[in-house]
């Protein structure tokens, strides 16, 4: 069976989340939508809401670690349809997380003394407090 006439999309990690957001948005708007899910039952129970709300939906069960699984997902699509219009990737995968560096403190330009004395005994010719100044003698 083909669909040639509605949007398709295929939704990695659509069982929950924004992506299950995004499948009922776009389930409202007529898409057919094809929701990819690693967890099977979370998967059937998100796609079931779904189906209630009227969207037109395939569950998809999908791992997107394992090449076997994306194979097989292709398959059950091409199943439904001859072409997919939009893929949403939003499927988490676990991997090597890494800490962010840690940033030393950047040290200061400016003195932590103050050099101005005040009006009377500045030694800079010009300072926040004072405001520019004439040096004498110069």
């Known amino acids: 069976m083909t669909n040639t006439e509605r949007t398709s999309v295929l939704i990695t990690g659509g069982n929950k989340g924004l992506g299950l957001e995004a499948a009922r948005r776009l389930g409202e708007l007529g898409w057919t939508i094809f929701l990819g899910s690693r967890d099977e039952d979370r ?13 037109n939906v395939v569950l998809v069960p999908l791992d997107v670690t394992s090449d076997e699984s994306v194979a097989a997902a292709e ?63 110069s």
């Open 43 to 55: 998967g059937r129970a998100a796609a079931g809401k779904l189906a209630a709300g009227g969207a």
């Open 75 to 137: 398959r059950l699509v091409r199943e439904h349809t001859d072409r997919l219009d939009v893929l949403i990737n939003n499927a988490g995968a676990p991997g090597r997380a890494s800490r962010p560096r840690r940033r030393r403190p950047r040290r200061s330009t400016r003195s932590t003394t103050p050099t101005c004395t005040g009006r009377s005994g500045s030694r800079t010719p010009s300072c926040r407090c004072c405001g520019p100044r004439s040096i004498r003698g």
